[in-house]
C-alpha cells in the first residue's frame, strides 16, 4: 500500500510513522509514504494557497490550483490512485471503511487547513469523503492519520497476528469484551474466574456475554444492529 498524504504541514503527520507497528511496515514494505505540499506547486507570485471567501465569511479558504495540481501531479505517475478528502462534511469512517479501504493499492490523504477547501476541488477531484466524527479539528492531518492507521491495521501482514483483527471491536456490531493480564489481583480487583480456568469453550461464550453487556451500556445503536444480524 502507497500513501500519500497532500497537506500544508507534513511535519506533523512524518513523526506519526517513526516508531511502532507502522514503522515496522515500512521496514518491510508493506506500506509506502509519501507528503506532497500544496505550497509547492502554487503559482501565487507570493507563494500563497488561501483566499478570502467569495460571499463573505470569516476565515480564508485553500485555493483551487495549488490543491489540484498536486492532485494532477499525483495522477500523472499513479493514475489509478483514490483520492480522499477529509472533513467534518461527509459520512463517518468506520470500519468497514478501514476494511474495504485496506485492498487498494494507493491512496491519496487530502488534509484542508484554514476554513476547509474550495468545494470544486472535491467535486473534481475526490473519489471518496470521510469524516471520522462529529467535531471539528484545525485542520484535516489528524483525520488523514486516524483513517490511515485504522486502514493500515488491516493490510495483511501488518499486525503479527492477524487473528487479533477477528475479536476487535467492530466485528460483527460489537464493542471487544473486557481483557485482563497479569496479576490476578490488583488492588483488590480480581479478574473475572472464569477467564483463569481454562476451559475456552465457555470463555468464549463468557466473553461473547459480556462484549453484548458492553456494547448495550456504551453503544445501544450498535447493539441493535448486532442482535439484528444474529436473527
Same mark, same amino acid.
Given at each position: ?10 511535519? =506533523? ?18 506500506? *509506502? ?6 505550497? $509547492? ?10 483566499? /478570502?471567501? =467569495? ?5 480564508? %479558504? ?41 485492498? !487498494? ?7 484542508? !487547513?484554514? #476554513?476547509?477547501?474550495? *468545494?470544486?476541488?472535491? #467535486?473534481?477531484?475526490? $473519489? *471518496?469523503?470521510?469524516?471520522?466524527? +462529529? ?6 492531518? %489528524? ?7 485504522? =486502514?493500515? !491495521?488491516?493490510? +495483511? ?25 497479569? /496479576?490476578?489481583?490488583? #488492588? ?5 474466574? #472464569? ?37
Amino acid at each position: 500500500m502507497r500513501y500519500t498524504f497532500v497537506t500544508l504541514f507534513p511535519q =506533523i503527520i512524518e513523526g506519526y510513522f517513526g516508531d511502532s507497528i507502522l514503522r515496522r511496515a515500512i521496514d518491510d514494505g508493506l506500506i *509506502e509514504i509519501e507528503f506532497l505540499n500544496p505550497r $509547492d506547486f502554487t503559482t501565487d507570485k507570493h507563494n500563497r494557497v488561501d483566499a /478570502p471567501m =467569495i460571499g463573505g465569511g470569516a476565515g480564508m %479558504l485553500m485555493t483551487p490550483q495549488p490543491l489540484i495540481d498536486t492532485i494532477k501531479h499525483i495522477k500523472s505517475y499513479s493514475p489509478n490512485a483514490y483520492v480522499i478528502f477529509l472533513t467534518p462534511v461527509a459520512k463517518r469512517f468506520i470500519q468497514n471503511d478501514a476494511k474495504r479501504l485496506s485492498k !487498494r493499492e494507493h491512496i491519496v490523504f487530502v488534509s484542508g !487547513r484554514y #476554513e476547509g477547501i474550495d *468545494e470544486r476541488v472535491i #467535486e473534481l477531484y475526490a $473519489d *471518496e469523503v470521510l469524516s471520522i466524527g +462529529d467535531y471539528i479539528l484545525t485542520g484535516g492531518e %489528524l483525520a488523514s492519520m486516524v483513517v490511515c492507521d485504522a =486502514i493500515s !491495521r488491516n493490510i +495483511d501482514g501488518v499486525l503479527g497476528n492477524n487473528a487479533s483483527l477477528d475479536v476487535e471491536s467492530y466485528e460483527d456490531n460489537i464493542l471487544e469484551a473486557p481483557s485482563f493480564t497479569k /496479576p490476578n489481583i490488583y #488492588e483488590n480487583r480480581e479478574v473475572v474466574s #472464569e477467564y483463569l480456568k481454562g476451559n475456552h469453550s465457555k470463555i468464549t461464550d463468557l466473553k461473547r456475554g459480556l462484549a453484548l453487556c458492553k456494547t448495550k451500556f456504551f453503544r445501544p445503536d450498535l447493539y441493535k444492529k448486532g442482535i439484528a444480524d444474529e436473527k
